[in-house]
């Protein structure tokens, strides 16, 4: 029983604390966030900022806040601090709102919501850029130690529909800390910009921070809206192609090397494709691999054209683009084709010779009567005949009447044996 006691104590204070723990769920009232305010802090950056509730009673709980993003795109979220970054286009607009809430394994409390908005900026409908599209690619960059590879951007839109023909675009990027200007445009017939060409970036090709894209522009005449977009980079990066594709045959064996593309990724993160395609046939075949070289069994009297491309794997970050195929490299020889057909014609050319020779041999040696001799036929049982013809004059005139008498000879034998 001594023992005892100090047990039961001990579960005691734990059901007490317990429901202490309970109790003021139960009973406190939870007020609203006040303050609550949407900042524009850069392109496609807003910072939500609201303060605790002054006349919150406090206790010994710990209030968390959720934060729902009604617009552009809803999305909620919690959080025990009392700001929140929030990247986002805004050329919609923009509102959130936010509560203060209590929480533990048994019960739930939440204030009432605020709510604040970022008014869409101005501008005549259908005028800002449409289809807007990016792509970015690595260089290497042999003049720098701390960067060793450059990262290019490359943007194209259209016109808006109904942009006046004085219409002119400005196009702007942000990427972490840095916005950058365009200074280099491509331009329709009008003279509008329309494509935009960074040679040289602050973006970071292994990073994982949103690209944010502004396109904004001006008119004499209307008020042009602007666009934002926000780009991951795995899903707009340009892989470039493997380096220095070698290819190899011996007998049957065709062996294919290469090197990484110019990256800031290291060697491990690439998938390949290799294309292996039989001129002779048509056959093509596409094998997938994580290593930088691959074996084939081939046929060795064709001629092949062989290209790899790659890919950034998941292992090093989300799937990406395919880079384009590597130029061609041909192997094999389609020379030994024609030395066949050559062969076949000399083989038959010496063929029909030594026949035209066994024949000519077999017909001057009569070779082939004494292989194959004739068989004679019966001679004619019908007795020889001679024609004697007779001539005779009638009359007075000149005119020879020719008689033709039938005249057996004595002494000719009218049967001669056959001698077989």
């Not at 309970?22 to 950056?45: C, H, M, R, W, Y």
């Not at 596409?286 to 062989?306: G, H, P, Q, R, W």
């Not at 019966?378 to 005249?407: H, L, Q, R, W």
Request: hydrophobic share 40%; aromatic share 10%.
């Amino acid at each position: 029983m001594i023992i005892m006691a100090p047990i039961l104590l001990i579960l005691l204070g734990a059901t007490e604390i317990l429901q202490a723990d309970l109790l003021p769920d139960e009973k406190i009232s939870l007020l609203p966030p006040v303050n609550f305010t949407i900042k524009v802090t850069g392109l496609a950056q807003v910072l939500l900022h609201w303060e605790p509730n002054p006349d919150q009673e406090q206790r010994n709980v710990n209030l968390e806040y959720q934060v729902k993003i009604n617009a552009p795109k809803e999305d909620d979220y919690e959080t025990r601090i009392t700001e929140s970054n929030c990247v986002t286009i805004l050329h919609q607009g923009f509102s959130a709102s936010v509560r203060t809430i209590l929480q533990n394994d048994h019960s739930f409390l939440a204030s009432s919501w605020v709510s604040a908005e970022v008014q869409a900026p101005p501008g005549s409908p259908r005028t800002s850029a449409l289809n807007l599209t990016c792509t970015t690619n690595t260089t290497a960059d042999n003049y720098s130690h701390l960067r060793p590879y450059q990262v290019s951007l490359h943007c194209t839109w259209l016109v808006g529909t109904d942009a006046p023909e004085d219409t002119q675009y400005f196009l702007y990027y942000r990427y972490g800390s840095w916005t950058e200007e365009c200074k280099e445009y491509s331009k329709d017939i009008l003279e509008r910009n329309i494509a935009c060409w960074f040679p040289r970036t602050f973006i970071h090709s292994r990073g994982r921070d949103w690209l944010v894209v502004l396109v904004n522009g001006s008119s004499k005449h209307t008020t042009i809206k602007p666009f934002d977009q926000l780009f991951a980079l795995h899903t707009i990066d340009q892989i470039n192609p493997p380096l220095n594709v070698t290819a190899e045959i011996e007998g049957t064996r065709l062996s294919i090397q290469w090197e990484k593309p110019v990256s800031a990724f290291p060697i491990h993160c690439f998938d390949y494709e290799v294309k292996i395609h039989n001129t002779r046939n048509g056959y093509l075949q596409i094998e997938k691999m994580m290593t930088n070289a691959f074996i084939s069994i081939i046929d060795d009297l064709s001629k092949y054209d062989v290209q790899v491309r790659a890919a950034v794997s998941s292992m090093c970050r989300e799937a990406g683009l395919w880079s384009e195929w590597s130029q061609p490299i041909y192997v094999g020889n389609d020379e030994q084709k024609p030395l066949r057909k050559w062969f076949l014609f000399v083989l038959m050319a010496t063929i029909c010779l030594i026949l035209l020779i066994l024949s000519l041999i077999c017909r001057t040696c009569h070779l082939w009567n004494k292989l194959f001799p004739p068989i004679p036929a019966p001679k004619s049982n019908i007795k020889d005949f001679f024609v004697t013809p007779n001539y005779e004059k009638a009359g007075s005139t000149e005119t020879e009447t020719e008689v033709i008498s039938y005249i057996e000879k004595p002494g000719v034998e009218t049967l001669e044996d056959s001698v077989f």
